[in-house]
């Protein structure tokens, strides 16, 4: 069962925008700290933005001021506003996160989600 699912990923011309989407299944809570992290080809993983369970935000440098990570704790979510795209911003983007069962019995440290590709290009 996947645990996390990221969506809003696609084909964007330089400049423009995309905002992505984590969602937990219905069976557990995000708890925490949650993140979003990017992969280019050829490069390692990154940290893009996290943002803590009281709503404190860290940014990439790359990303500062371009990119703005919210979550909705009543709806299990967590975003990524992504404006004024470039090339450099073409990665595959992961949802990283601490979850609980609701019925509090069960703790799954560091879940990823399976990624959604954000290409940038003219």
């Known amino acids: 069962q996947k645990q996390l699912v990221e969506s809003g990923g696609g084909l964007v011309q330089p400049g423009g925008s995309l905002r992505l989407s984590c969602a937990a299944s219905v069976s557990v809570f995000i708890t925490g700290t949650m993140g979003w992290y990017r992969q280019a080809p050829g490069k390692q993983r990154e940290m893009v933005a996290t943002i803590s369970s009281g709503g404190s935000t860290n940014y990439a440098d790359s990303v500062k001021g371009r990119f703005t990570i919210s979550r909705d704790n009543a709806e299990n979510t967590v975003y990524l506003q992504m404006n004024s795209l470039n090339p450099e911003d073409t990665a595959v983007y992961y949802c990283?996160?601490?979850?609980?069962?609701?019925?509090?019995?069960?703790?799954?440290?560091?879940?990823w989600g399976q990624g959604t590709l954000v290409t940038v290009s003219s």
């Open positions: 990283h996160a601490d979850l609980l069962t609701r019925d509090g019995r069960q703790r799954y440290l560091g879940v």
